[in-house]
């Protein structure tokens, strides 16, 4: 009782400060992002921001009430939570509601609920708390196996619901396994992976194979430390890739059959040049294992990206990367989000004032696109303000996670700044057209009761384990 007592005292109330600013300065913009003059009372429970006003008392309310609850709980019954989530994650595939063409909400009423939302403080938990239990070593494969578990049973769950941005964050989850003592090569290939993705997509087969040799030979020359023996492997490349050119004069070949005789005289190449080597370096085992990894990743991606993708999802990746260009097609939501907050300059346009926002040019604004607002009305000053508030809530939280005596406390607070961290980036990387649009919400803007309220029991649930960090949780 002791405890409960002094939670309020022991709360980091700069963090609720934060919160509560950015709740408000969302409310704000999404009444400005949906502003009508007939309807002009932010208080209309009719309209969005009406609307808005009671998720956001109602998720103060349930802020109290995870602060209310013992700290022992979540520990206790972390993967209790879990399981319901899953369940629930499974329900709504048969009795949900279909939105936006994803099966993803269970609505009573005029309450509208997406597990989801839930989904990403459930596996948190469940993560926490599997890290934290004295025989778990992160090290061993099986330990790696339980983890992958944990995060793809809702991740595929979620994909099923046709959700594949909120499936999406799950994977930021890997920074916190390499907090925890994660190899730093898993890091490596997973970016290599995602790098290599968008390579295969920009790139032909012929210029890709060509850049992976390129950083390979230069690989081994650092690994050498022997300049001469890099360049002897560079002037090789370019015999070959002029051999190859020859034959094509000669005999013109064209599509696949010069696609296949490219790549098999390049692998073939490659695999003679790495055997000699390999018996004066041990080392470039490393190159020959990214080579062989570059070239599946890259000769898998056009089945993926054609069979496994959806055409909307495609359409989105080849606006980004500049393979189709349709301002106004595909491409008109992310164009015109871009030119309402570049219309903004320095200082915006003034509150309500936005031309863009007030005449409905950017879908969704009160949602996905709520930064459009903020750039618009607020400029380059206000945008400025919104990031460096989202910053400081994280350098917060990441500062609270190391402060923390318990591993399972530790580990869900850098769960919480790594969700933030990615919904914050994906969704101000979509609005200025950095990353495709996968419709997933930005904290505490982003119109809605259930984003809101699983951000809200996301982030107390950790301010509540921190008010009692020097309690065991284990």
Not at 239 to 257: A, H, M, Q, Y
Not at 273 to 288: A, C, H
Not at 387 to 395: A, Q, R
Request: net charge positive.
């Amino acid at each position: 009782m002791k405890t409960n007592n002094n939670i309020w005292l022991n709360l980091d109330w700069a963090t609720v400060l934060l919160y509560l600013l950015l709740v408000i300065l969302g409310w704000v913009n999404i009444y400005a992002a949906v502003y009508s003059e007939e309807h002009q009372s932010i208080l209309d429970a009719g309209q969005k921001y009406g609307k808005q006003l009671i998720w956001i008392i109602a998720g103060v309310i349930l802020a109290i009430m995870v602060l209310s609850v013992d700290s022992k709980f979540y520990a206790a019954f972390a993967y209790h939570i879990y399981a319901v989530t899953i369940l629930l994650l499974i329900a709504v595939l048969f009795l949900g509601k279909e939105v936006n063409g994803a099966k993803a909400w269970f609505e009573f009423g005029n309450i509208a609920l997406q597990p989801a939302e839930l989904g990403k403080f459930a596996t948190n938990l469940a993560l926490a708390k599997c890290l934290s239990q004295f025989d778990f070593k992160i090290q061993k494969m099986r330990s790696y196996l339980i983890l992958v578990a944990l995060i793809a049973i809702p991740s595929i769950l979620i994909i099923l619901q046709n959700d594949t941005g909120s499936a999406l964050v799950f994977a930021v989850f890997v920074l916190v396994f390499y907090r925890e003592g994660l190899n730093g090569m898993v890091l490596f290939w997973g970016f290599a992976a995602a790098a290599l993705f968008i390579l295969s997509l920009v790139l032909d087969q012929f210029k890709l194979l060509l850049f992976l040799l390129t950083i390979s030979v230069a690989a081994y020359g650092v690994l050498r430390q022997s300049v001469k023996e890099a360049l002897i492997g560079f002037m090789s490349i370019i015999g070959i890739f002029g051999i190859t050119w020859l034959i094509n004069r000669l005999f013109s070949l064209d599509g696949k059959p010069m696609e296949l005789l490219v790549t098999t005289t390049l692998l073939a190449t490659v695999l003679v040049v790495i055997y000699g080597i390999l018996r004066r370096v041990q080392q470039v085992w490393r190159i020959l294992l990214f080579f062989i990894f570059a070239i599946g990743i890259s000769m898998s991606v056009n089945y993926f990206y054609k069979n496994v993708m959806a055409p909307h999802q495609r359409d989105r990746i080849d606006q980004v990367l500049g393979i189709k260009i349709d301002k106004l097609g595909k491409g008109y939501n992310v164009n015109q989000s871009k030119i309402a907050i570049g219309s903004g300059g320095f200082i915006g346009k003034g509150f309500l004032k936005g031309t863009q926002t007030k005449y409905n040019f950017v879908p969704e604004q009160s949602t996905d696109f709520i930064f459009c607002t903020v750039g618009e009305e607020w400029g380059f000053v206000g945008a400025t303000v919104v990031l460096g508030l989202f910053l400081i809530l994280l350098i917060r939280l990441v500062t609270l996670a190391e402060r923390q005596r318990s591993q399972f406390s530790r580990v869900y607070g850098y769960g919480v700044a790594c969700i933030l961290f990615f919904h914050i980036a994906i969704n101000i990387s979509m609005t200025i057209g950095l990353a495709p649009v996968i419709g997933i919400p930005l904290p505490f803007f982003s119109y809605g009761g259930s984003s809101l309220w699983a951000f809200t029991v996301l982030l107390f649930i950790f301010l509540r384990l921190d008010a009692s960090r020097t309690e065991n949780l284990r």
